[in-house]
């Protein structure tokens, strides 16, 4: 099972580019990586997910190396809204194997 | 609106009682999933369920008991064998237990008194 490793935290400004790097050494080959959002009191929202390379979205973009080692989160001009918790995932094709860690909590501030 | 309903969002329980937790989803989604969350603990999961009348243990099953009589519904007992029941539950669903993305409700606060 791919273990993902991300800080704990982040803080950040009002219209400024934000990455959230995750680290999973063992991923599988057939493993994607996925990023949700919550909010506190409500459940995970699904983000973005890719396999390698980049991939973008109206919400972010996901920035995976050949390696497939790590990948990065970015969220462009965040806004107050933004603040929330932010879980990354390695999964292989089956929720049952999921392992959620504690997630990385942005702040982001006036 | 498609989308995933968890009721009640607050739950208060006394000691030693049976209390059961809601979700209904009409996203026509094969697979669901009860999680638990716990202050400064990730997402675990408790019970999922592949297909109407299936379902299997997830990773802290003890103390929980679940039910799909219908593809739609997947409500959740918490029994008194379960010692620490106060938690944040979420429900899910994905099309399949295969597919990443999973869709999840606002979750129910549930508070032992």
Not at chain 1, 18 to 23: G, M, Y
Not at chain 1, 65 to 77: V, Y
Not at chain 2, 35 to 61: E, H, M, W
Request: net charge positive; charged share 15%.
């Amino acid at each position: 099972l791919a273990k993902t490793t991300q800080p704990i935290s982040m803080d950040s400004y009002e219209g400024q580019e934000v990455n959230i790097t995750c680290s999973h050494n063992n991923i599988a080959t057939n493993d994607y990586i996925t990023w949700y959002q919550q909010f506190p009191s409500q459940g995970p929202r699904f983000i973005i997910q890719g396999y390698k390379t980049k991939v973008t979205n109206e919400v972010a973009s996901l920035f995976i190396p050949a390696d497939r080692k790590s990948s990065t989160l970015s969220l462009p001009r965040v806004s107050l809204s933004d603040t929330a918790v932010y879980y990354c995932l390695a999964h292989g094709g089956n929720n049952r194997k999921l392992i959620w860690g504690l997630g990385t909590s942005l702040a982001v501030n006036p | 609106d498609g989308g995933i309903t968890q009721s009640p969002k607050y739950l208060f329980r006394k000691e030693g009682q049976n209390v059961t937790l809601s979700c209904e989803q009409n996203l026509n989604h094969d697979a669901m999933y009860w999680y638990r969350q716990d202050p400064g603990q990730g997402l675990r999961l408790i019970y999922y369920s592949q297909i109407v009348n299936d379902f299997q243990k997830g990773d802290i099953a003890e103390g929980y008991s679940v039910s799909r009589e219908k593809k739609e519904s997947f409500p959740l007992t918490v029994t008194s064998a379960q010692k620490n029941p106060t938690a944040f539950y979420l429900c899910a669903s994905s099309m399949k237990l295969t597919n990443t993305e999973a869709f999840f409700g606002q979750g129910t606060r549930l508070t032992v008194v």
